[in-house]
């Protein structure tokens, strides 16, 4: 006897290889956007399967704020030129040129240049009409609203207000010239879902992600890495070192790290069941004004 | 239990997705908070801001509001009530869930079918004090109409009845009554207070005459797996894979039934036979495969596959039709011109439809039918569509992947419309696939075409150039050249003169004012005949009186009447007589030449007068001049 049952996983996993496929039939130039932390692994690992076994038919694009964690940038290299990925990095050569970061400028300015401003010039200069993101619509209340094919006009802009509707797995994806559609393959999954694909599919992740000792310097509550030159030295002065990890990655000063033991796959599932902190916290942009994230949606931001 | 084992169970937990609908006042928010607050999903820093948050722009006194968790948006959060569906997730030891949360209320309709296309299971709120109202209705027709097969009515606020039991035997069987009109094959009755937590997550000892199960424990174990269609094998291609030229694979989903390997397998629309060679994954060959799995396919023989087609048993096929009768809900806020010609998606398939006829429309609060010729938002009815190429579809009832599509604009890309086929429409019913409105156009005599298609097609107006001057004022030189001019310039025009008519429409009319008048009545019917069409008609007529030019104008419409005169005095006039006629006409043989023996009425208002004698600056005031009005080229 034949047994037909899927369970929650590979019912995730079919969803999201159904619309990974959808995209690369329907678009004329999708890309994949990749920001080297555990959402976009598995996003990757999907699209892999998606196509397997022929090659996926579009790139991957890392936005480089210029001020990612240095293990990410490692990671990054060694696992795309592994997986034999077509990588490009984008970054906003203005704004790097004029210097622009955390520190010097404050999270709002870095993220909007260097983050947002630097994505959509990525968007423009290889005029992709759809744009793959590991955004979850458990990550953030206005995310839990968000379509799965979310339209954008011609200057990459949400309207929460006007979005198209999306019923069963019929996804639409007819836009005009100029207009795109981000695609979020991933929406349906749950921080603990990823963490559980990853352990079931051996997916590597950048270590950062795993407990280890650290240099760390304590800025208004939220734990930095001090290992990295970009910080003024009279805070890495500052450092001590202690047992860490990150929930999640952005640049590097703008994501703190919370104390931990857990070094295996196990034992973060385990910390992430029994201490209970949501994933975003630790990332400095969320603070800024209530209803930030939908601002910055609407302006183009993830 | 050490993380690894519990990790290893967990995995193999199955996923429901569930549907609640309500309003705020029913207390759906606050069982949602509850359910997910109880499963302990709520994390730690989300409940510090929740504390912050109520104190503002609470709505439920000091306690702990749960909608504030749930409604996302900044401007919904003001006006206190959810607007969109909103996505929630959730877990516990045995199930995991997806919950769409959607607004109840009436204009949001269309929000709340989006949610329910998804779900396998729908919760609808009813306010123990009020019983089932027109909501309850509403929502329980939606859920039916969507395909939903259990659905669990949760008699709530049973706090306020003072958790009697009369009030919810009452309500239940109002309920039952309802709903034998419908077609939901399981449901369940839940007496509830999710304010007080009774029989949420655990049963309440507050109702101890009701056996059954908290909404949790239901939730955990009610049975969805045989929902899924396991019968009938379609699998719409969705991407072509050829990495090599050894390997040509089909990827896709399977969307129903089982597909193995080794199957004979008939290809849509070709037909063509084949058997399954192998189906890759990414994990390996598996033998079978069966919905929802994303899987790849190689068959034996090389057959011509591409997107959109459908691979299926021979002995097992789907219907395959142009025209199909089908349940639409009208999404888009814009109304529906029954005109448009639609994109339409239906599994992997994109093609061109319209709506043929409307057979009614349903009022969702009390299921009446009536008669429509269109939609507005939120409008439900029942459709016959018919297809630029055949779909392969299912009853949606019978399947609801394959049964299922939606309608999209074609000017602004918007999804207007989605539907559930009922079954497919007999083409002979359709009188050669012509739509009611076009029978009754034909009747009319109205031609099918618009005329903003043909604007579109031909990029002029259709307008008649009247060009009115005496014998030898140049107006046949001119016509012609035009004529020319404008063919070159890719307009389509007809030269209408004395000449071709006379020759024989008009063969047995004579010059005198009474012929001369039906003359050129015909003409005027012959030319508004031709504009209606959307060519642009060039007649060059004498014309002389000022009467039968304004009889001409009001056939032909004075909105598509352009008078161009020949100002030519009659000196210039018999110099450039190349028939003699003025010859004749002065020697008697010849009578009614206008400005000889009949007068000629030099127009009051003619939209342009051109001086005969510069021919080439002629053509180019006359090409203004269209252009100018748009008459051609439109853009």
């Not at chain 1, 692994?41 to 704020?65: Q, T």
């Not at chain 2, 039952?176 to 449901?187: E, G, H, M, S």
Request: net charge neutral.
């Amino acid at each position: 006897m034949n047994s037909y049952t899927i369970n929650n996983l590979r019912e995730l996993e079919a969803e999201s290889i159904h619309i990974i496929r959808e995209v690369a039939a329907e678009f004329e130039n999708p890309v994949m956007l990749y920001s080297i932390g555990k959402d976009s692994s598995v996003m990757a690992r999907l699209a892999e399967k998606a196509f397997y076994p022929g090659k996926v038919p579009f790139p991957l694009m890392h936005i480089d704020s210029k001020w990612k964690f240095k293990e990410m940038i490692e990671f990054r290299e060694q696992y795309t030129k592994e997986k034999g990925w077509d990588l490009i990095v984008y970054y906003n050569k203005e704004g790097f040129e004029a210097g622009v970061g955390p520190f010097t400028h404050g999270s709002k300015v870095h993220t909007d240049i260097m983050k947002t401003k630097a994505l959509l010039q990525g968007l423009d200069k290889y005029k992709f009409d759809a744009a793959f993101g590991g955004a979850r619509r458990d990550e953030e209340k206005s995310r839990a609203k968000e379509r799965i094919f979310s339209f954008r006009d011609r200057f990459h802009q949400w309207d929460p207000k006007n979005q198209r509707p999306e019923l069963w797995n019929i996804f639409n994806a007819k836009v005009h010239k100029g207009e795109s559609i981000r695609v979020f393959p991933i929406s349906n999954w749950t921080e603990l879902d990823i963490w559980q694909y990853i352990r079931l599919e051996n997916i590597p992740i950048v270590p950062l992600y795993y407990a280890k000792e650290r240099p760390i310097v304590e800025i208004d509550g939220n734990l930095i890495l001090a290992d990295d030159d970009r910080m003024p030295e009279e805070l890495r002065k500052k450092a001590k070192m202690r047992k860490v990890r990150f929930r999640t990655l952005g640049c590097y000063p703008l994501t703190g790290a919370i104390e931990s033991d857990a070094d295996t796959i196990e034992k973060i599932v385990q910390e992430m069941m029994t201490v209970t902190k949501s994933e975003r916290t630790t990332r400095v942009i969320d603070f800024d004004q209530e209803g930030s994230m939908e601002q910055k949606k609407k302006e183009g931001y993830f | 239990m050490d993380i690894r084992s519990f990790l290893d169970q967990d995995q193999k937990k199955d996923l429901l997705r569930l549907l609640t609908a309500g309003s705020v006042d029913d207390g759906k928010s606050t069982l949602i908070g509850r359910l997910l607050f109880d499963s302990k999903k709520i994390y730690e820093d989300q409940l510090a801001a929740l504390h912050r948050d109520s104190k503002r722009i609470g709505h439920a006194g000091d306690e702990i509001d749960y909608a504030l968790l749930l409604d996302g948006l900044k401007a919904e959060r003001e006006q206190g009530i959810t607007i969109d569906v909103a996505y929630r997730y959730f877990s516990t030891a045995k199930r995991k869930f997806i919950i769409a949360d959607t607004p109840g209320h009436e204009q949001y309709t269309r929000n709340m079918v989006t949610g329910a296309s998804t779900a396998n299971l729908a919760i609808i709120l009813a306010d123990a004090r009020h019983g089932v109202i027109t909501q309850t209705k509403r929502h329980t027709y939606i859920v039916s109409l969507l395909g939903i097969r259990h659905v669990v009515l949760a008699v709530n606020k049973m706090d306020l009845v003072d958790y009697d039991r009369e009030v919810f035997d009452n309500i239940c069987n109002d309920y039952k009554a309802f709903v034998t009109q419908l077609d939901i094959p399981d449901i369940t009755f839940i007496p509830m207070s999710a304010l007080k937590g009774d029989n949420v997550v655990d049963v309440s000892g507050r109702m101890p005459w009701y056996h059954g199960k908290s909404m949790l424990e239901f939730l955990e174990s009610v049975h969805i797996s045989s929902d899924r269609n396991f019968e009938d094998m379609r699998y719409p291609v969705q991407y072509v894979l050829r990495p090599s030229l050894k390997y040509r694979g089909f990827a896709s989903t399977v969307f129903s039934g089982v597909i193995k390997k080794n199957d004979e397998i008939l290809v849509l629309p070709s037909r063509k036979t084949s058997r399954v060679k192998a189906i890759t994954t990414y994990d390996g060959e598996p033998d079978y495969a069966y919905p929802p799995q994303a899987i790849s396919i190689t068959l034996e023989d090389e057959i011509d596959i591409s997107r959109g087609d459908m691979i299926v048993h021979p002995g097992n096929l789907p219907k395959i039709d142009r025209h199909f009768e089908a349940m639409l809900v009208w999404m888009d806020e814009k109304p529906m011109d029954p005109d448009t010609h639609f994109y339409i998606k239906q599994t992997t398939n994109t093609t061109k439809a319209y709506i043929d006829t409307i057979n009614y429309k349903v009022d969702v609060n009390t299921l009446k039918k009536s008669a429509a010729d269109h939609f507005l938002l939120n409008e439900i009815g029942r459709v016959v569509i018919t297809t630029n190429k055949p779909l392969f579809f299912d009853p949606y009832k019978k399947n609801r992947n394959t049964g299922a599509f939606i309608l999209i604009d074609p000017v602004s890309n918007n999804t207007s419309a989605v539907g559930m086929i009922i079954d497919r429409y007999n083409g002979k019913n359709l009188n050669l696939h012509i739509t009611g409105v076009e029978k009754e156009k034909i009747i009319r005599g109205e031609s099918l075409v618009k005329t903003k298609e043909r604007e579109k097609r031909y990029n002029q107006k259709g307008e008649t150039i009247w060009i009115t001057g005496l014998h030898g004022s140049g107006k046949n030189e001119l016509a012609y050249s035009l004529e020319r001019r404008l063919f070159d310039m890719g307009a389509t025009a007809v030269l209408l003169d004395g000449k071709s008519i006379r020759s024989g429409l008009s063969r047995e009319l004579d010059y005198t004012t009474q012929d001369r008048a039906e003359h050129l009545r015909r003409i005027a019917h012959i030319s508004k005949l031709l504009n209606s069409q959307g060519i642009i008609t060039l007649c060059s007529f004498i014309s002389p009186s000022e009467n039968i030019r304004n009889q001409v104008a009001d056939i032909i419409g004075r909105n598509n009447f352009n008078l161009v005169y020949m100002d030519a005095d009659i000196d210039f006039c018999r110099k450039n007589d190349k028939y003699g006629l003025y010859k004749k006409a002065d020697a008697g043989d010849l009578h009614y030449l206008p400005g000889v023996d009949v007068d000629y009425d030099v127009p009051a208002k003619p939209d342009i007068t051109l001086d005969p004698a510069q021919e080439e600056e002629n053509i180019e005031i006359i090409l203004d001049y269209l252009s100018s009005h748009k008459i051609f080229p439109i853009q």
